[in-house]
């Protein structure tokens, strides 16, 4: 699919998750960035991008990414929000 269209967004964030599946956040990280910029409207891209910052200890990008699904209106934000708060010692 990206041989087609390198900013194909769904084949992105599938990459992104297989990475992340596999513990290679890393590249989770590098895909999901592709695909948040390829599709910014797309919460649940930034919900996996979060997860993949939060994986790398990025905590702040992890915030800034669950805040704007959040926005989005994309359900799994809050806890999302909460998980990284309370690894902060906020919550």
Known sequence: ALEQDHRNHRALDGLAQVHFAEGDYDQAVRYGKQAVNAAPGRGAYRIHLGDAYF???????AVAQYQRAKELGH?????????VESKLGGG
């Open 55 to 61: 994986k790398v200890f990025r905590y702040k990008d």
């Open 75 to 83: 359900a799994d934000a809050r806890s999302r929000l909460q998980k």
